[in-house]
């Protein structure tokens, strides 16, 4: 994966299988300019006379030609290897590290000015400590063999014909950097990452993971959410029909959420919508595996986390358009969870959505199925022997047919809150030049 970016605010990750000559060229293709980069040998092509509309400009990384020395001089990752620190550190390379980090120090106190005023600083900071830095490099270089790692390392900066022109062309443009850091920085992620997740899988996945990268990190750049940003372009929505089973009247619920809704959060949707109030445990069932709480003892074999598991997960693996949901595993309540379609995310629309809902939601510990059928007969004859505790204990204002929509919405409402992205922390303005 490589880093293109420019002095606009945008980066473009193109993913690609090796790092052969001439791979990177097509991506710059008609074009030309200052490529700020190491010395790869596959932009040489860039470079040449030959490139249209005129050659690129080569400018390289001084991070990468410090590496080099440093390497040499580690103390603590010498001593490490178990290696005898005065006979592997080497005193020119020691020194060779502080003339950079004196370079680098200049330039940090000129980062933020303008490309003009950047200019006329290392004029006066800067160009004296490379053509010294130059000249020392060229005379103990002289004195050296070349199977000399140090040497190898001075190489770096002059082996090649231009090379040393490359690394100092910053002196004369104010607008090119001393590093290409922030290219480099960029790869972080991807570095940290795949050692999580190992591999793209195949060359469409390289080039989609390089694709999503890009977005991302672009956003950032731009000081835009990219989780929002995403959410809002990206989303597919999953409109469900839940349906109680077993129960008369059957309460029914019409609802969207995000295609890839954690199972976890798909639980707090269903009690919302059918007006549990969440104090027992529950379980997703769908082609033989299940999704809930698991033991937190691991006494027993129970289900796997939902946590962990999104909607969209659960239905490409099982291939079921229809999970089964279980609350309460006394009153064994057993849900049905229809996908009817799935679709783009309306703009300006918060989710979870109730679209329709018909039915009220029995009440919790009522004995599941056939205590909620003996609950509703008692509420319904006067002169039944349970008519005033059941009246009591649930309250005269039951309906069976009334699924309390406005008392749904609130819950969806309070549910989008929660879950919507929080709003970073406000960058420190930049100072003014």
Known sequence: MFVLQSGIPWRMLPAELGCGSGIRAQDLAGWTG???????????????????????????????????????????????????????????????????????????EITGLTAE?????????????????????????????????????????????????????FLDDGRICLTNNAAERALRGVALGRKAWLFAGSPRGGDRAAFMYSLIVTAKMNDVDPQAWLEGRMTLIARLRILLNDVDPQPMRHIEVPLK??????????????????????????????????????????????????????????????LQYVYDFGDDWDHSIRIERVSEA?????????????????????????????????LADPDHEQHDDMVGWSGATFDPKDARIDRIVERFDQLAKKWSPRPGKPKAPKPTP
């Open 261 to 322: 809704i954690r199972l976890d959060r798909l639980h707090e949707v269903v009690q919302a919508s059918m007006g549990w109030t969440d104090t027992h445990l529950y379980e997703f069932r769908a082609g033989g595996a299940g999704w809930g709480v698991p033991d937190p003892d691991g006494f027993y074999d129970g289900p796997m986390p939902a946590k962990k598991a999104t909607l969209q997960k659960v239905l490409e693996d099982t291939g079921a358009r229809t």
């Open 34 to 108: 200052t490529l700020q980069a190491d010395a790869y040998g596959g932009y040489n092509d860039l470079y040449h006379a030959s490139h249209r509309p005129a050659p690129v400009l080569s400018a390289l990384c001084w991070s990468h030609a410090r590496r080099k020395f440093f390497e040499l001089a580690d103390i603590k990752a010498t001593a490490r290897k178990g290696r005898s620190v005065a006979e592997e550190i080497s005193p020119i390379a020691l020194e060779a590290v502080e003339r950079f980090d004196a370079i680098f120090d200049a330039e940090r």
């Open 117 to 169: 005023a950047r200019h006329d600083a290392r004029q006066r900071l800067v160009r004296p400590m490379v053509q010294d830095l130059h000249n020392w490099l060229r005379t103990e270089r002289a004195r050296m063999s070349k199977h000399n790692p140090v040497a190898k390392a001075i190489n770096y900066m002059f082996e090649e014909d231009g090379r040393w022109d490359a690394f100092t062309c």
């Open 346 to 378: 309306s703009p300006g629309v918060t989710y979870p959505r109730l679209l329709k809902a018909s039915g009220a939601c029995p009440p919790e510990d009522v004995g599941g199925a056939p205590g909620y059928e003996a609950f509703l007969e008692a």
